[in-house]
């Protein structure tokens, strides 16, 4: 059945599941990027697969860490301050949505959009070659006491959430990964969790688009809207586009292409590094959090990644060195095997995370254009969110219902 043409704006993770999913609805699927369908955040993350991550970034207690951390240079989390009308919109609703009630009140939707999402990236990595993600779970370390006991009251919840959450001490730790050598009190282990490698998923994922026929194209620049009721057509200098339908899914850059159709999202980028060590000295065999430095450690392919820090500020690929240490020092304490020079060579990987004021994602029709649809505002998620976002996106461009309740993701839900 031919549904019509969507054209999707924007290659990373989002828009490659959406494409997909609307391809298997029966849409004949244009998709856009402005690179080569291989630069943004989607590309050198950590691969972890969370349904463990079900409190939004917006949560009690972040705004005094936040500003405690502001002192220190080389923190995990860190709000550039600056005079800018959008910063200052985004941070009174992330202060407003900062409360228990809202955790609360999202935990029970992000836990079901993760394990849904886990489940279609099961089902989609058997239909792609040579790829699986591995369903091993994920460790949470603790270096203190504090964070441990912080952590075991996580694992209350998730398990009252129906997830698995087990605490554990360092000898059980040890037992889970006997390959790493460990300096931490103790930690939680969620076997929920899975993880890959997002390049190598990404790639194989674009040869199937292709395979099935969607058009791909790449080095879209000077992007201009026309739009009558609706959206007609996209200008660029690669040519017009006219769709049916048309998905913005242009990650941290979505709330530019936004602003030219009239439409205010609020939305930072939240800056993060990682970097890749291909002969490590230990290879874990489950990805891992370092909880108090806010570091994720996923063993890929590629060989060791280690990732950290969001900065909340302007749209820069800037790499801050200072902050690039505390990932690098952080390690070394977590995993005492880790010297600082065994980093020297590494490459560091800059990505900018899409966040919304109140840590959900922005997805669904824009009122005042119904037939464009929005993609974004993953934050620290996307990655893991990429299948169910690209599944509910066909689902509502087919009219149809939407297999999961998200009214809390309506695009204008701060108008
Ligand atoms: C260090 C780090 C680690 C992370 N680890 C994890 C993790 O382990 N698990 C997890 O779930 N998430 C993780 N994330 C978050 C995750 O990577 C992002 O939420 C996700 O990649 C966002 O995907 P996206 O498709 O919305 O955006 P992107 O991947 O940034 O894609 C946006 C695309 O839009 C294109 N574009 C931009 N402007 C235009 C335009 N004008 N026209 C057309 N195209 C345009 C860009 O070229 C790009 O290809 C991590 C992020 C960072 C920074």
Not at 52 to 75: D, R, T
Not at 248 to 256: N, Y
Request: charged share 20%; hydrophobic share 40%; glycine share 10%.
């Amino acid at each position: 059945m031919n549904r019509g043409k969507v054209v999707i704006l924007g290659g990373g993770v989002i828009g490659l599941c959406s494409a997909y999913y609307c391809q298997n609805h029966g849409f004949e699927v244009t998709i856009l990027d402005k690179g080569e369908f291989s630069s943004g955040t989607s590309f050198g993350n950590a691969g972890m697969i969370v349904p463990s991550h079900f409190v939004p970034l917006a949560q009690p207690g972040i705004i005094a860490k936040g500003i405690k951390w502001m002192f220190n240079s080389e923190s995990p989390f860190y709000v550039r301050p600056r005079f800018s009308r959008s910063l200052l919109d985004w941070g009174w609703k992330f202060y407003h949505y900062s409360s228990k009630n809202h955790v609360l009140g999202s935990a029970p939707l992000l836990k079901e959009l993760n394990l849904e999402s886990k489940r279609l990236y099961v089902s989609l990595c058997d239909q792609l070659e040579d790829i699986k993600i591995d369903e091993k779970g994920l460790i949470m370390y603790c270096k203190t006491r504090r964070a441990l006991d912080e952590e075991a009251q996580l694992a209350d919840q998730a398990v009252k959430l129906g997830l698995k959450a087990i605490v554990m001490d360092k000898q059980q730790l040890n037992d889970i990964d006997p390959n790493l050598t460990l300096d931490v009190e103790g930690g939680v282990y969620f076997p929920d969790d899975a993880f890959f490698s997002p390049n190598l998923f990404l790639e194989k994922l674009k040869l199937k688009l292709i395979e099935e026929g969607v058009e791909m194209v790449s080095q879209v620049d000077n992007i201009k809207f026309e739009v009558g009721k609706n959206l007609k057509l996209i200008d660029t200098n690669q040519g017009t586009f006219s769709g049916d339908q048309f998905v913005i899914s242009a990650g941290v850059w979505t709330e530019e292409l936004a602003k030219l159709l009239g439409l205010k999202i609020l939305m930072q980028s939240g800056k993060g590094y990682s970097f890749t060590l291909e002969n490590p000295v230990e290879i874990p065999k489950i990805c891992s959090i370092l909880t108090e430095a806010k570091v994720a450690v996923t063993p890929m392919i590629e060989g060791l990644r280690f990732a950290g820090t969001m900065e909340i500020g302007p749209l820069n690929f800037d790499i801050n060195q200072r902050r690039v240490q505390g990932i690098k020092k952080s390690i070394a304490s977590y995993f005492p095997s880790f010297h600082l020079s065994d980093f020297n060579e590494a490459e560091i990987w800059t990505g900018l995370r899409p966040c919304s004021p109140d840590g959900l994602p922005y997805i669904g029709r824009v009122k005042k254009l119904s037939n464009v649809l929005l993609a974004t505002g993953h934050g620290l998620m996307g990655m893991s969110l990429g299948p169910i976002t690209g599944k509910l996106i066909a689902e509502i461009a087919s009219d149809q219902y939407p297999r999961i309740e998200i009214s809390s993701l309506a695009v204008e839900r701060f108008l």
